[in-house]
């Protein structure tokens, strides 16, 4: 035992106290303390320091540091950050201590070195970042909330079933790596795959951060999700499937952002799509993948935080994050049109950017997978189309022009202020990556300016952008318009409902109708009235005659 | 401590409260009776926590009534599980106790305070009795002393609501027919052996072999047993005494009444009958498992529906009874172990539980969940000891109910029984709706116009609040919990010939 | 006006393709796959891949877009945009 | 007050006679058929059929309340009492032996107060029940039916 501080205990010290603030302002700013406080604590400890704490016959690794787990705690605690800083005209408390303990227990679970403490924080990310949907306050989003947190529990309970199937099977909660030949392994594996959002179980995504508080949003946008690539890369890094599940989520979520409507939704799209990037690379399991997994989750958290800030700045300013209700915003919010384009390049990965120098290790780790390498080429046009171009052209150009569009002002000052930070860490990666690339798990001897590389890469994202250019011109560029789509959600928000609703109707009608009969005939020979009162003596005195009538016969069988 | 002392704490247990029970009924002083009770129930704990310290390495303390020896005379024997159940009941006593100075003084009429405490702590001491005697026919003495003392603390809810009248009354309908047919049943047992001495019984069991007249006797026990703990569906007393007997003792009684009963089926399935015949174990696989399982869901299930908020916890126990249940029918030493060390963790749970109702009954003036929203603000220490409680009623990681839960699992797969897993599993995740339905209406909605509440007094939140820290420092620390159950499972298969284990 | 600039950008963004294009048959390449040493690959890639996007997305469009309020009135999409703080 | 005379004169010739079988089963209840749960009841018979027959304020009158609720305080606490008196001689609870020189004696001592504690108990109690149920305010008036 050391006398290091659990940087997670910060935040939920902080979580308990925060609301005995009164001043609103004074909480949000003494708020932006905890983060740093909380990096703080591990920021310069050793890797391999940890905490023991013994419970039930064994022991629980309750804090493990070592590089992987530094980055991603590293890159959580710059997010929370960020969140606080952006949320900080909200006075709403019940918002800010959630967002607390989220951002508490994933950089928890990020420290957790066995599978018990990796599950108390599991849980406590899901059932924290909850409240930051609910805290929207609709019916809309309580609903969304509940289909969110089934998803979330459903994820908790696999892993709870499989932890506890592990520790039969081996005698051991030590969260190492593992491999995929037991069920309790795969109950872990497909808990992590559904907060990872894999192909079919990714609904409960797009279907909820469109539905937090616009602050909400940007934080629920940082943690769920790579908190459960970390636990992928820890536990099953170089699992071969991982690699075509990865390559099919980052194709997949292309499509249906390319027609959407709702903004946030299309950024939920483009994290399903990033989070594929990453899962092929933990699939591929080579040091380089691995690094280039850690790297892009890091650039990722940033930019993802910054484009949909400025979403939400655009959001708080209109009231609208639709596309087909905005456009022409350049005038009148240029600051976070700058901005949002920071992102937008960003995560289109053009260099000099972050997405350049983290996306660039995993695609390399993938050429020995010709196909796989061939979908990530496709992706990559596809993030550069829903997030590079439309994000920004449908907020600040689109089909209205700047005379048409609402008269706002531009985004407040502290949401500037967390944008800019954002996108001069975006700028800051790109430019030198060689910081980030020092504290990767691995050594890094990857060169991501090389001549070529940028060519091609540059050749890429032009002639994509010439071929958007030419199909806006001859208007075959898709407009965008009020509308929904449908996913496969839509098996469990109405199909299964209406099976269910009909096989139900049915049922009641046949037992309606056997039952009355049933009555008829029993009244008529016994004249036996049922007795008002469900739970009458008499009842109850028959239910102890036929109980112990069972027992009895079994007693002469 | 003098020896006197020492040698008799076994009867001390009983005495005590049995001589201070009237006394309380004389007092005419304000709030003498309360005082009174209050330091009889101290005093009792401190004998059972002694009693726990003296059997905690094993050792089992006999003592004589009259100078008998059993089997002819009265024997009170106290071993780890005795002592275990011995110390929850008298601890929820001294609790409940602290908290229903103010609970009862607004649920119960003045005039009537007296008789109250002093059927209070007769309840107390017929549940200690039962508890504490190795004598089959003392069982049954104390279980009557215990339930007559019921009827009349539960009916003393009338003032608030006279329904609490016909609930006592079908309570005692039905706990009447328990009786009896634990009394038939022991006949039958006396008609084999001519002993009632447990211990005795146990030895002369095992010479007699298989009869007719044993699996009567074994069946009546069951059912009457079954009655007493609410065993689905014989748990149809239960909703309604427990919704509107005064909330102090809804919280007292839930904590032990049941969990005394169980302690009871334990004593006699294992240490009594000990499955010396297959029929026994059979009877637990067929009959009581199913209804355990069922108990669990239904219970559970029904919980869901209900907006009066003691109700609503008194489905939530029947269901948490299946569970148990659940662990006694592996009849395995760490099924039991996962019942035993549930029936600790659901009597801390559910007291305080009980206590947050008895707090809103008070001073919201309601149990009502729709009447109570928003209440989260107005109460906020009160419905954060409902928020903690019923993380433990789901199970959540860090709460007692979570180690129940673990155990339990546990114990099935090493029997290789999932479908009980799933059952298991998936009552847990109906709790998750009726509790989350209670706190969304505390914290995410406005409270109705006009109505002002104010957080409960210090006495009802301090015991609240211990029951809350004890249902997280067990979640959190369960070394004491669970060697004290372990043991007292050991023990248990010990006793019994369970020799396939 | 707005044709103007729309016509500059296009021709802008005409010029930098044909200059990244061009420069193509100057840089060698090395990658261990081989087939991306054909001129231009990577131009013709990525105006394929984005135009193949866009129309595949249209096709796929047709089939699953609903009204807003397909889920009912209580459904995210559906609710009134005010509720923002 | 002045009907059923024949009643009232027989009621009156009875009672005495049933009190004193009451006595009688309380007394030989340590070595025969009896004991203070039966003599309990019987003295209760006697006290109801007063009530019966002379109406419950009567009862009330002779009997009050506080008297019964002693009465039913003061047998458990003879019963105990006597039980603990052995505790106190070193022996364990109920234990009679030392109740009196000679041990033989002491137990039939035992017997008997606890017997006596009993039956004092079970009659106030019994007599308590009936006077509770025949005092009972109806909560409907006799003319509103």
């Known amino acids: 035992m050391t006398n290091l501080v659990m940087p997670s205990l910060v935040y939920f010290a902080a979580a308990c106290l925060a609301p005995l603030i009164p001043h609103a302002r004074l909480r949000a700013v003494l708020l932006l303390g905890v983060p740093v406080l909380a990096a703080a604590t591990f920021f310069s400890a050793t890797y391999g320091t940890s905490h023991i704490l013994p419970l039930f016959d064994t022991h629980l690794k309750i804090f493990r540091l070592d590089a992987l787990s530094y980055v991603f705690a590293l890159v959580f605690s710059l997010a929370a950050f960020l969140s606080l800083l952006y949320a900080a005209h909200i006075r709403d408390r019940l918002e800010q ?275 796989v390498w061939f979908a990530l080429m496709i992706a ?69 300016y090389t001549t070529a590389h940028v060519v091609t890469q540059l050749q890429l994202l032009f002639f994509a952008i010439l071929a958007f250019a030419l199909l806006m011109r001859f208007g075959l560029y898709p407009l965008e318009y009020r509308s929904i789509n449908l996913e496969f959600d839509w098996l469990y928000r109405r199909f299964l409902p209406r099976l269910v609703s009909r096989l139900a109707m049915r049922v009641t009608h046949a037992w309606r109708s056997l039952a009355g009969r049933t009555t008829a005939i029993a009244t008529r020979i016994l004249s036996y009235s049922p007795p008002a009162n469900s739970a009458s003596t008499g009842t109850m005195v028959l239910w102890i005659a036929i109980l112990l009538g069972i027992v009895l016969c079994l007693a002469y069988l | 401590m003098p020896q006197f002392i020492a040698q008799h704490l076994p009867i001390l247990q009983v005495i005590v409260p049995l001589i201070a029970a009237p006394f309380c009924a004389l007092i005419s002083v304000r709030n003498g009776a309360w005082w009174l009770a209050f330091v009889t129930s101290l005093v009792t704990f401190a004998i059972s926590v002694l009693l726990f310290a003296a059997t905690f390495d094993g050792e089992i303390i006999s003592y004589h009534l009259g100078g008998w020896a059993p089997p002819i005379g009265i024997e009170y024997r106290v071993d780890m599980l005795n002592a275990f159940v011995l110390t929850i009941v008298s601890g929820t006593g001294v609790l409940t106790l602290l908290y229903a100075r103010a609970s009862v003084a607004h649920e119960v009429d003045a005039k009537q305070h007296g008789l109250f405490y002093t059927a209070f702590v007769l309840c107390l001491t017929g549940l200690l009795g039962v508890t504490i005697t190795g004598d089959a026919f003392n069982v049954f003495v104390f279980l009557e002393i215990s339930s007559l003392a019921t009827y009349a603390i539960v009916a003393s809810g009338a003032k608030t609501d006279r329904r609490a009248l016909t609930a006592a009354y079908n309570y005692l309908i039905m706990g009447t027919i328990g009786a009896t047919f634990f009394v038939i049943g022991l006949g039958l047992l006396y008609m084999i052996t001519g002993t009632l001495n447990m211990a005795d019984l146990a030895q002369r069991l095992l010479e007699h072999g298989d009869s007719r007249t044993l699996r009567m006797g074994y069946a009546f026990i069951l059912v009457g047993l079954g009655l007493k703990l609410a065993m689905f569906p014989l748990h149809q007393w239960l909703p309604n005494a427990y919704t509107y007997a005064p909330s102090a003792v809804s919280a007292f009684l839930s904590a032990t009444a049941t969990k005394v009963a169980i302690y009871v089926l334990l004593r006699f399935l294992f240490s009594v009958f000990g499955f010396s015949i297959p029929f026994e174990a059979d009877i637990l696989f067929l009959v009581v498992l199913p209804l355990a399982l069922a108990g669990s869901l239904i219970g559970a299930y029904i919980a869901t529906y209900q907006d ?100 339990l699992v546990e114990a099935a797969l090493m029997r290789g029984w999932w479908p009980v897993v799933i059952v298991i599993v998936v009552s847990s995740l109906i709790a998750l709706i009726y509790v989350g339905k209670f706190i969304e209406a505390a914290y995410m909605h406005p409270a109705p116009q006009g109505i002002i509440r104010r957080e409960a007094p210090l006495t009802m939140l301090i015991p609240m609040w211990i029951f809350a820290g004890l249902s997280l420092f067990f979640g959190i620390n369960s070394s004491l919990t669970s060697e004290a159950a372990a043991r007292a499972a050991q023990g248990l298969v010990a006793a019994s010939s369970l020799i396939w284990q | 006006m707005t044709n103007y600039i729309t016509r500059s950008v296009l021709i802008v963004l005409g010029l930098i393709c044909i200059g990244l294009a061009a420069v193509d048959l100057y840089v060698a390449r090395h990658s261990s796959l081989g087939f991306d040493s054909i001129p231009f690959f990577y131009c013709v890639l990525g105006f394929i891949a984005y135009a193949a996007l866009i129309f595949m997305a249209k096709a796929l469009r047709r089939v699953i877009s609903r009204p807003e309020n397909y889920y009912g009135l209580q459904a995210i999409d559906s609710e009134s945009e005010a509720k923002h703080d | 007050m002045h009907h059923h005379l024949i009643l009232r004169v027989v009621a009156k010739l009875l009672l005495p006679f049933i009190l004193l079988y009451a006595l009688y089963v309380q007394w030989h209840g340590d070595y025969g058929p009896g004991g203070g749960f039966q003599a309990g009841v019987i003295f209760a018979v006697g006290f109801v059929l007063y009530a019966l027959v002379y109406g419950v304020d009567e009862l009330t009158r002779i009997l009050p309340r506080p008297v019964l609720i002693t009465g039913m305080i003061a047998g458990v606490i003879l019963y105990a009492g006597t039980g603990l008196v052995g505790l106190f001689q070193g022996l364990t609870f109920l234990d009679y032996n030392g109740l009196a020189a000679d041990s033989r004696h002491g137990q039939e001592w035992g017997i008997l107060l606890v017997e006596l504690g009993v039956g004092i108990t079970v009659a106030s109690s019994m007599t308590a029940i009936f006077v509770a149920f025949a005092t009972r305010e109806p909560d409907i008036d006799d003319e509103d039916w």
């Open chain 2, 308 to 407: 009066n908020l003691k109700r609503l916890l008194a489905y939530s126990s029947i269901s948490q009874i299946g569970a148990m249940l659940i662990g006694v029918s592996m009849l395995s030493a760490s099924g039991l172990m996962a019942a035993i060390i549930h029936l600790f963790n659901h009597a801390v749970t559910k007291a305080s539980l009980y206590m947050v109702a008895g707090a809103y009954a008070k001073e919201a003036g309601t149990v009502s969940i729709r009447e109570l929203r928003g209440v989260g603000r107005d109460m906020p220490f009160t419905t954060a000891a409902f928020v903690v409680g019923g993380m433990s009623l789901i199970g959540i990681p860090l709460t007692v109910g979570f180690i129940s839960k673990w155990y």
């Open chain 1, 380 to 448: 990559s046009v596809g993030v550069l189309e829903h997030a590079g171009i439309k994000i920004p052209f449908s907020m600040f150009f689109g089909h209205r022009s700047a005379a048409d569009a609402p008269k706002v002002e531009e985004a407040p000052l502290h949401m500037i202020i967390a944008m800019s930070f954002a996108a001069g860490l975006c700028i800051a990666i790109g430019v030198w990556p060689e910081n980030l690339y020092a504290i990767l798990p691995y050594p890094v001897d990857y060169v991501p």
């Open chain 1, 97 to 371: 201590v959630s967002t607390l303990i989220y951002a508490g227990s994933a950089i928890g679970a990020v420290f957790a070195g066995d599978l018990v403490t990796l599950f108390v924080f599991w849980e406590g990310t899901a059932i924290a970042s909850v409240f930051l949907i609910w805290s929207r306050r609709t019916e809309g989003s309580y609903a969304t909330g509940l289909r969110y947190i089934t998803a979330q529990i459903a994820s908790g309970l696999l892993l709870l079933i499989g932890i506890v199937l592990f520790y039969h099977d081996t005698g051991s909660v030590a969260f190492e790596r593992m491999t995929l030949d037991s069920t309790a392994t795969w109950c872990i594996f497909i808990a992590f795959g559904i907060k990872c959002a894999f192909p079919l179980l990714h609904n409960w995504l797009q279907d909820s951060y469109p539905a937090a508080t616009l602050t909400g949003t940007v934080t629920l946008s940082a943690f769920t999700t790579k908190l459960a690539v970390y636990a992928l890369a820890r536990g099953f890094a170089g699992t071969e499937y991982l690699i075509y599940i990865g390559a099919v989520m980052t194709l997949f979520p292309v499509f249906f952002a390319a027609i959407e409507n709702n903004l946030r939704r299309v950024l939920s799209y483009s994290l399903n799509n990033q989070l594929g990037f990453m899962v092929v690379g933990v699939g591929i399991g080579t040091p380089l993948a691995l690094d280039g997994t850690v790297a892009h989750a890091f650039a990722h958290v940033i930019y993802k935080s910054l484009l949909f800030m400025s979403v939400g700045a655009v959001l708080y300013r209109t009231g609208t994050d639709k596309a087909s209700e905005l456009g022409g915003l350049w005038k009148s919010m240029p600051l976070t049109m700058v901005l949002c384009i920071v992102g937008a390049m960003s995560i289109s990965a053009f260099p000099l950017f972050s997405g350049f120098i983290a996306k660039s290790l995993i695609v390399s780790a993938s050429e020995p997978y010709l196909w």
